[in-house]
């Protein structure tokens, strides 16, 4: 009997600090902004409570307080000061977030083009693509690939704007009617090269001492290091520096078809590239995109549209 009394007593004690002597903090598990949630401090009474959200904070004698949240995942902690020590506790919002809704693809403004043609060019759009919590979706990625061909199709995002090529930072197709975004274009099987820099190796300095296989640019010609030494003999081309040829500077970008020009890339027809001669059978042209939106949440999607054959041409 005397240890089921003290047992009881314990339980007694344990229950009534829990719920009366120790500050809680009920908040939303999660949600998105911008996202009205009602904060709510319980297990103490008669004091004042301090509630702190995103950088304000707020006191009050009451337990409960509804605040608009404006980024999430967010910390809230809530201090209570009374009669007794003072106590606080901390909590987390989460973000409840998914990703964006893309929808089909449209090719050349046509809902119901489902055919590729080589040599054709397609304009891309997602006019259906939205984010479900209202917030914005962007393009970020974009590939095409030919299954008959068994390569990637060039993209082109006119007029290029970026900083990374080939990837673009910004996928838009600026045309006559103005700009599309969240857009791109390609001409099946095109998959013409990338327009690289040669020989464009950082400049010579006399202060720096270069081993062998270095490499650097000095008067507009590219030179290899060919025997470790200091660097003082490169102006007189001495035994130390091999001749490797004339820097040129590209463009990073891919060239455009010889008879469909790009807007903002090299041409193809003085380059000597040309469409290829060689038969390529009828596949598929596989469009993956990555949408984004603007809390970082991510959606990749494939579409496969039948592409007809190419018979090659001389």
Sequence with gaps: MIVIFAVTLL???????GTDGILTLDVPESG???????LTAGGVLNGTYTFEVEGRTYTQPQNV?????????????????????????????????????????V??????????????????????AHDPQGGDVTLINATVFHTGQQSENTVFCP??????PPKPDVYHVKDGNGTLENAFMFFSIWDGDIDVNIN??????????????????????????????????LPTRAKYWALIGTVISGTGL????????????????????????????????IITATF???????????WSIPTMVYPGCS
């Excluded at 339980?11 to 009534?16: A, I």
């Excluded at 606080?88 to 998914?98: D, P, R, S």
């Excluded at 190796?201 to 200091?230: M, P, S």
């Excluded at 984004?292 to 494939?302: I, K, L, R």
């Design 32 to 38: 998105y902004p911008p996202f009205e949630a009602t």
């Design 200 to 233: 464009d190796f950082d400049e010579w300095k006399d202060t720096t001492d270069y081993v062998y296989g270095d490499t650097v640019q000095y008067g507009g010609k590219g030179y290899k290091c060919i025997l470790a030494h200091e660097a003082s003999a």
């Design 159 to 164: 007029p290029y704007t970026g900083m990374h």
């Design 65 to 105: 307080l509804t605040v608009t949240i404006y980024s999430l995942p967010c910390d809230v902690k809530v201090t209570w000061i009374g009669s007794d020590i003072p106590q606080e506790v901390t909590k987390t919002i989460g973000l409840e977030n998914g990703g964006p809704s893309i929808g089909r693809p």
């Design 292 to 302: 984004e939106d603007e809390m970082g949440a991510t959606t990749t999607e494939s």
């Design 254 to 285: 891919p060239y455009s078809p010889p008879d469909q020009g790009v807007r903002g890339y090299p041409g193809a027809g003085t380059c000597g590239l040309q469409w290829t001669k060689e038969f390529i059978s009828a596949g598929m042209t």
């Design 107 to 128: 090719l050349n403004a046509i809902t119901n083009l489902w055919t590729i043609h080589p040599r054709s060019r397609y304009i891309v759009t997602f006019p259906d």
């Design 11 to 17: 339980t007694g004690c344990t229950l009534f600090t």
